[in-house]
């Protein structure tokens, strides 16, 4: 369940960011978020840094980048005349 969390934040950051700054810049934003919640996990225990968390969170990015080329490319299309 922490992994699909992990996933799905990293979604909507992502694609919520894209709305109004370019995707690279969306994505190291979210990148940076991930990476320093897991830095954050490893120096305050119980919690524990790990792998897999970092990974769901890229994930998320992943595809919350290709729904948003699918968005702006149906969108292209529908403005063609």
């Known amino acids: 369940?922490?992994?699909?969390?992990?996933?799905?934040?990293?979604?909507?950051?992502?694609t919520s960011l894209n709305s109004f700054m370019p995707r690279e810049?969306?994505?190291?934003?979210?990148?940076?978020v991930c990476a320093g919640k897991e830095?954050?996990?490893?120096?305050?225990p119980p919690h524990s840094a790990e792998f897999l968390d970092l990974a769901a969170g890229i994930g998320g990015i992943?595809?919350?980048?290709?729904?948003?080329l699918e968005i702006e490319e149906k969108?292209?299309?529908e403005s063609q005349p």
């Open 39 to 44: 830095v954050w996990d490893y120096y305050n």
């Open 75 to 77: 969108a292209q299309k």
């Open 25 to 32: 810049k969306a994505n190291m934003l979210t990148v940076s």
């Open 1 to 14: 369940m922490d992994k699909l969390l992990h996933f799905a934040l990293s979604f909507v950051l992502t």
């Open 62 to 68: 992943l595809a919350a980048n290709i729904v948003v």
